[in-house]
């Protein structure tokens, strides 16, 4: 199992899709939530945060995304500096945030038209549906979110997100709110949509066995916490690359080599490290 | 499904009942005494001598709350023929109606016109809101009856100032409810507007305004009764046509039936028009 120790302050010297150069947030000047965050993303990869709640994992989305500004550092993407929303960023939202007055065909197509705005309602229309069968909806594409189930939202909130087929993929504790079952069968769909596509994607998460299914890498994060030499901020100490075979399933996951190895790793980072950077 | 069946028809029979024991009230309360009652007891010279000082005992009851026949009778005739003209006196009811809900229509149309946007703008702006704040909540309170003279001083003709008192009266509760309205729309919609870079025009048109759109109608609603209990009060005052005018007109002629009717139909129309409103809110409502 390789792990790569993150080093505060020097960021990874690859010409990544995306590159975050000592990022730092403080709503309290002396006690930031977070300093010197650094990595960065290729092409292609799955990266996963994990870390306990309130270390910032979703601001630093946020600030990835553009919907928040950190109060250090600098994030770029393909070279120029990140400023502001983009649709080179798509974000799929904890909560599906999926308008309620617009069925699902007519959320996405609100999305593709925001992206192509030149295409014909027959274009529309095909890309939207084609979108919609990726994840499974297509007998429901007609009806209002208040006439789905959760699993059923976040899918096409996921749809909404891919068909826009932006750079880089934000997804912020996409499964958190639905049942085990369900994670479950969206997390195959997830990944052989990202296997077909080629997507970027950066991903919070909680759920350890879904790190370890889904990541290239795995970038572990402590939270700010006092200690016997004062305040140390919260920051990413460990960046594990995950050694697993890239064709992976959920079922046979567990029996593959050097995934105990890997999930034990985490779990004692969590349980005992996580707390202090 | 049949259980609410049941439950409206239940209901629809408690209010016959309420309803047959209102009219049986009435009946009860207006029954006359006979002729005969009335002069019993009184000499001829008395009798005589009540009718030169006007008060005619045997004479039918002409004065006093009407009956129940009296009330029908009056109903039936206005209803058989409400569109007659006879000149500025002696207009049908629909006629008069058809005055007063011009009026409305004009002054609450335009105070959809002046609300809606403005009240976008303030939801849109904390500064804007807080510097109207208080030019609104002096401005609401003031009664329509009270707009009147300035209204007349001002714009001089008495059907103007009319739609200007419904104006001034119904443009409250749209502005504000419009400005919540749009101050409230959930920041993760306008997180997705901006990831997907869309314009601040699209944005308000395609997010906002959806979104916002179930208040923005009960704002409407009740600015609608609003309105329509405004142009009864002023057209008292004001007089010439419309609905309340008619009301007043049959009041100074003592005929309390056409009152009594015309009460009635404020209330029915009243109803009507929120009935309307509420059917353009239900399409605007949305489940989240």
């Known amino acids: ?277 | 499904m049949n259980e609410s069946r049941t439950l409206n028809f239940r209901a629809a029979i408690v209010s016959v009942v309420i309803l047959l024991v209102f009219l049986g009230g009435w009946y009860a309360a207006t029954s006359a005494p006979g002729k005969a009652g009335a002069t019993a007891g009184m000499t001829a010279e008395q009798i005589e001598y009540a009718r030169m000082m006007g008060k005619d005992p045997g004479a039918e009851k002409a004065t006093g709350f009407p009956t129940l026949g009296q009330m029908g009778k009056t109903v039936w005739h206005h209803l058989q023929n409400p569109f007659y003209d006879n000149g500025p006196n002696d207009k049908g009811v629909a006629i008069q109606l058809g005055y007063s809900l011009l009026r409305v229509a004009l002054g609450f149309g335009l105070a959809c016109l002046v609300a809606i946007p403005l009240g976008f703008v303030v939801g849109m702006s904390p500064l804007l809101r807080r510097a109207l704040d208080p030019f609104i909540q002096v401005l609401k309170p003031i009664s329509p009856l009270a707009w009147m003279p300035l209204a007349l001083y001002t714009i001089k003709d008495s059907s103007v100032s009319g739609i200007f008192v419904i104006f001034i009266c119904s443009v409250w509760p749209m502005l504000v409810n419009t400005a919540f309205g749009v101050s409230a729309v959930k920041k993760d919609w306008l997180n997705v507007a901006a990831t997907l870079e869309v314009s601040p025009l699209r944005k308000a048109w395609q997010v906002i305004l959806p979104a916002a759109a179930p208040t923005i109608l009960t704002g409407m609603r009740i600015s609608m009764g609003i309105a329509w209990l405004v142009i009864v009060a002023a057209e008292m005052l004001v007089g010439g046509t419309g609905i309340g005018y008619f009301v007043w007109n049959e009041w100074n002629n003592l005929s309390l039936t056409n009152v009594i009717f015309a009460v009635l139909v404020i209330g029915v129309v009243g109803m009507l028009l929120d009935m309307v409103l509420g059917q353009l809110q239900k399409m605007v409502t949305y489940v989240d």
């Open chain 1, 1 to 277: 199992m390789a792990v790569q120790d993150a080093v505060p302050g020097i960021a990874k010297p690859a010409d990544g899709l995306l590159k975050v150069e000592k990022l730092g947030k403080a709503y309290a000047a002396a006690r930031p939530v977070f300093a010197d965050v650094s990595f960065s993303l290729d092409r292609g990869e799955f990266v996963c945060i994990i870390g306990h709640s309130g270390c910032g994992k979703t601001t630093i989305l946020n600030v990835l995304a553009g919907l928040d500004t950190a109060s250090a550092g600098n994030v770029f993407m393909d070279g120029r500096e990140v400023l502001g929303p983009s649709l080179d960023r798509g974000v799929v939202f904890q909560s599906h945030a999926l308008m309620p007055w617009l069925t699902v065909r007519q959320n996405i197509a609100f999305a593709v038209k925001s992206r192509w705005p030149d295409w014909s309602a027959g274009e529309i229309t095909l890309h939207v549906e084609k979108f919609v069968a990726l994840v499974g909806l297509s007998h429901a594409i007609d009806k209002k979110p208040s006439q789905l189930s959760g699993g059923m939202k976040q899918r096409v909130g996921i749809a909404r997100a891919f068909s826009i087929q932006p750079k880089m993929l934000l997804l912020d504790e996409p499964f958190g709110a639905l049942d085990a079952l369900t994670r479950g069968t969206i997390q195959d769909e997830l990944m052989g949509i990202v296997r077909e596509t080629q997507q970027t994607v950066f991903m919070i998460t909680h759920d350890v066995d879904e790190a370890i299914l889904l990541s290239d890498r795995i970038l572990l994060m402590t939270n700010g916490a006092e200690t016997a030499s004062g305040y140390k901020p919260g920051g990413i100490t460990e960046v594990v690359v995950n050694p697993l075979p890239r064709q992976r399933t959920r079922a046979t996951l567990h029996h593959l080599e050097g995934y105990y190895e890997l999930r034990n790793h985490i779990v004692d980072f969590l349980v005992s490290r996580a707390k202090v950077h």
